[in-house]
């Protein structure tokens, strides 16, 4: 996370005296940094396929329109997550199903079953703040119904859950390279899948010439052309994302070894409850959240800790209007689609019925409100660590009557 050193300026210097920043080749051969992503992403995350991208946005809109996901289907997502994933449900043409978190702070399994109707087509689990969701009750819901499962794993490049990759346990994984994410590329993403032919219409729809690059020409079995859109990766950025991808087991093993300490320490403290992780040997371990208990102010337990000098944020409050809430995503709400006849709800195609109502998923805004999260850095040092300990247990007891 924010550590960009020796190795990025080398990386990108020997693609500027490469002389070429474009990926594909006209000899037939691809030599190039965004292949090089790839293989690196194929091996970290263990799927057959990855296809780097310029964005995690791309990514997805790759993954569901190379899935078939489009006009007519409904896709489920979680209440909390970043506006972008439902925005790509709507330019696949899709609609959003907005569904409550629970105290994962990831998608509800519950509500995930609950909301599936005749047009669910996917789900897009959401490992939100590196935190991996419950994929075992998700997988098997799906499968029971039928539903492709796209993860987002934007935000928790490098977590697992129960030893798995995260992207590698559903259909198809989608990863961002943008600047505040586990590390970056600027901007960029990665599609990872193990099924062949989502993979080949994923690559169609990231470049509108795919199958006429000579690069491309030997990849086996092409699936039949369609047009396409520009979601490739420069090698500029795919030479800082291999730089980049080079730190990330080092931030993990140092971010977890923070993480874990301070739950260790606050587990037992009353007045809090941790969130409930999943699966902590997996979360990417770069945010603490927790619930101050019933009847203390949420609020002011952020304040005190602020004093304490302890940097910390409230997540569902009246002042920012965070895009990471549903609540917040003006245009899905409104059902506002790019103009009047490109309109995912509008189309022909669609028979649902979905709605967001006032009240909409209140038990996600219960738990965001009550909420506070401690962003964690591998730079800590062990009085850094004591003093979120001792801040957050002073805390809890003074306000604890
Ligand atoms: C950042 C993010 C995206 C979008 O990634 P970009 O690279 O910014 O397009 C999608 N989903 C989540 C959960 C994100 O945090």
Redesign the pocket.
């Known amino acids: 996370m924010d550590e960009i050193g020796q190795a990025e300026r080398d990386y990108v210097l020997q693609v500027l005296d490469k002389r070429r920043v474009f990926r594909y080749t006209q000899d037939g051969i691809e030599d190039s940094e965004a292949a090089r992503l790839e293989a690196i992403y194929r091996e970290r995350v263990g799927t057959s396929h990855c296809l780097a991208v310029n ?6 809109i790759c993954a569901l329109v190379a899935a078939g996901i489009g006009p007519g289907d409904e896709v489920i997502i979680p209440s909390y ?2 506006i ?2 439902a925005s ?1 449900v709507l330019q696949a043409g899709a609609v959003p199903v907005i569904v409550d978190i629970d105290d994962t702070l990831t998608i509800d399994p519950d509500a995930l079953e609950a909301a599936i109707t005749d047009h669910t087509a996917a789900v897009i689990p ?3 703040r590196g935190v991996p969701c419950q994929m075992d009750e998700l997988v098997k819901i799906s499968r029971e119904h039928g539903l492709y499962i796209i993860e ?1 794993v ?2 928790a490049n490098g977590a697992s859950y129960q030893g798995q990759p995260l992207g590698s346990i559903g259909d198809a994984g ?1 990863f ?3 600047q ?2 586990m590390i970056t590329a600027g ?3 990665l599609v990872a899948t193990s099924d062949d032919r989502v993979f080949q219409r994923a690559s169609i729809y990231h470049d509108s010439a795919f199958a006429m690059w000579d690069s491309n020409k030997t990849d086996p079995a092409p699936v039949e052309t369609f047009p396409g859109q520009n979601y490739r990766m420069s090698e500029i950025n795919a030479a800082v994302a291999l730089a980049q991808s080079e730190r990330l087991d080092a931030l993990l093993r140092r971010l977890r070894r923070i993480k874990s300490r301070i739950v260790e320490a606050l587990a037992e403290v009353t007045g809090i409850d941790l969130q409930r992780v999943p699966d902590p040997a997996g979360d990417a371990s770069y945010c603490l959240t927790f619930f101050p208990g019933q009847g203390i102010d949420v609020r002011q337990f952020s304040s005190r800790l602020s004093w304490e000098g302890i940097g910390n944020a409230t997540i569902y409050n009246s002042g920012v209007p965070d895009r ?1 809430i549903f609540a917040n995503w003006d245009y899905v709400l409104a059902k506002r689609g790019v103009s009047a006849t490109n309109n995912p709800w509008k189309s022909p195609h669609y028979s649902g019925t979905v709605e967001y109502p006032a009240g909409l998923c209140q038990k996600s805004l219960n738990l965001l409100g009550r909420a506070i999260q401690i962003n964690l850095h591998q730079d800590m040092s062990d009085q850094d660590v004591a003093d979120v300990i001792a801040a957050v247990t002073r805390t809890a007891s003074q306000l604890t009557k």
């Open positions: 964005g995690g946005t791309s990514a997805l997550t970043y972008a994933t790509a959401v490992h939100m987002d934007a935000q989608c961002s390279f943008q505040y994410k901007e960029g993403g990471h």
